[in-house]
């Protein structure tokens, strides 16, 4: 079965600093791993998805991911952090072919000016 | 292109009720997925409709149902409601069934059971 596990329900960071949301996953074949960011009463918006390409995938607003098979990782990354960045980032994981995109608790990400 | 639309946005509905939420694909899309969002348990997937058949299932009990139609929209029904379906739906449409393609989401239908 999959599933994915977000480290830290809050993140909080200056503007201009260095974003990173951890995200690990688990899988028994190789799966295919989202980024998706939520602003208030808002959405769902896909920021960056692995498909077993290129394991760098950047994304919009700046934002990159490595997969890490040998860590189970797919952490996401954003050099400088911008005020408007601040919203819930999920990650998620699905089994090609399942439908069932499987998410993260969450990471509510705050920017202090 | 227009996105996903969802109607209606909000929805009060008492125990006991039924209701009925709706969503319309981006054009061209046939898959439509939705998904439940609560606080305690987070995003939770309920099931995928490509070509009016549903294709995937969650771990719902079967007060909850949807239906795809010809124009791909969907809609999502729940019977018997309870306070703890009170939550965000959400859903998403893509080209292609299974997850593999980019799921566009709607904006959610905030349903509120007392």
């Known amino acids: 079965a999959q599933s994915v596990t977000q480290l830290g329900s809050h993140v909080s960071v200056s503007e201009g600093a260095l974003v990173l949301l951890r995200c690990n996953y688990s899988?028994?074949?190789?799966?295919?791993l989202f980024w998706y960011v939520q602003y208030p009463n808002q959405g769902l918006q896909l920021l960056l998805k692995?498909?077993?390409?290129?394991?760098l995938v950047k994304g919009i607003n700046g934002f990159e991911a490595e997969f890490k098979k040998s860590e189970t990782s797919f952490h996401l990354t954003k050099p400088s952090a911008h005020m408007s960045d601040a919203a819930e980032y999920f990650c998620?994981?699905?089994?090609?072919?399942?439908?069932?995109?499987?998410f993260g608790k969450g990471t509510k990400l705050s920017v202090k000016p | 292109k227009a996105g996903v639309t969802q109607t209606p946005r909000y929805l009060i509905k008492t125990r006991g009720q039924q209701v009925t939420l709706s969503c319309s694909p981006i054009?061209?899309?046939?898959?439509v997925s939705w998904y439940q969002q609560t606080p305690g348990q987070g995003l939770q997937f309920l099931f995928e409709?490509?070509?009016?058949?549903?294709?995937n299932k969650g771990n719902f009990p079967g007060r909850f149902s949807g239906r795809q139609f010809s124009n791909s929209r969907s809609e999502m029904n729940v019977s018997t409601l309870e306070l703890g379906d009170s939550a965000l739906y959400l859903c998403?449409?893509?080209?292609?069934?299974?997850?593999?393609?980019?799921?566009?989401f709607g904006p959610g239908t905030r349903l509120t059971v007392l």
């Open positions: 692995y498909t077993s390409a290129a394991t």
């Open positions: 998620a994981v699905i089994l090609p072919g399942s439908g069932n995109l499987i």
């Open positions: 899988s028994s074949v190789p799966p295919y």
């Open positions: 409709y490509f070509s009016e058949t549903q294709r």
């Open positions: 998403a449409s893509s080209l292609a069934s299974g997850g593999t393609d980019t799921q566009y």
């Open positions: 054009s061209g899309h046939r898959s």
